[in-house]
Antibody, heavy 120, light 107 residues
């Protein structure tokens, strides 16, 4: 069974930094692209970033480009999101998601999410 | 960026009704579109990928169709468990984008 467990969310000041992590199990982690998707309180879903299985390719939403970095540790089945220069509009639940097998880019499995709150 | 517009934004329906949600794209997404269901306080759940392929464990009353710029999600006979918010998502072009959501409410 696929399990994705996020951690690292907390209350941060505007301009601060934070690292989110996602521990994966139940599948061959290195074979799948992984993503972060966020949801602001009471709002819809917003794709944040995706990384390929080997970690050699990364993709970002314009809203986070240059501030967030996605990376993975395939030896420890862990996905990370390094967040810098946090803004109030980054406040959201951040979900870790496993993509379907390439080339399909739908989000097959989701973690429970971790809440990031940025205070101004 | 490809903008996805779902209609309606809110839908009131009764158990047993046939329900259709439309996702219109600002440019073609080919068939690279997925649908998700999210209930209050819960994690989104993949229902359909590549326009019409049901994800594992999804009841057959859900179906997807279309291509290009107009795609639809149909629930053939609405059940009480289906009252939720539904999102479409395109993955034809970077950046991947979601529709704004359609809330299906009890009539």
């Amino acid at each position: 069974e696929v399990q994705l467990v996020e951690s690292g969310g907390s209350l941060q000041q505007r301009g601060g930094s934070l690292r989110l992590s996602c521990a994966a199990s139940g599948f061959t982690f290195a074979s799948y692209a992984m993503s972060w998707v966020r949801q602001a309180p009471g709002r819809g879903l917003e794709w944040v970033s995706t990384i390929s299985g080997p970690g050699s390719s990364t993709y970002y939403a314009d809203s986070v480009k240059g501030r967030f970095t996605i990376f993975r540790d395939n030896s420890n089945n862990t996905l990370h999101l390094q967040m810098k220069s946090l803004r109030a509009e980054d406040t959201a639940i951040y979900y870790c998601a496993k993509l379907h097998i390439s080339p399909d880019g739908s989000f097959e499995s989701w973690g429970q999410g971790t809440l990031v709150t940025v205070s101004s | 960026d490809i903008q996805l517009t779902q209609s309606p934004s809110t839908l009131s329906a009764s158990v047993g009704d046939r329900v259709t949600i439309t996702c219109r794209a600002s440019q073609s997404v080919s068939t690279w579109l997925a649908w998700y269901q999210q209930k209050p306080g819960q994690v989104p759940k993949l229902l359909i990928y590549k326009t019409s392929t049901l994800a594992g464990g999804v009841p057959s009353r859900f179906s997807g169709s279309g291509s290009g710029t107009e795609l639809t999600l149909t629930i053939s006979s609405l059940q009480s468990d289906d009252f939720a918010t539904y999102y479409c998502q395109q993955y034809n072009n970077d950046p991947w984008t979601f529709g704004q959501g359609t809330k299906v409410e009890i009539k």
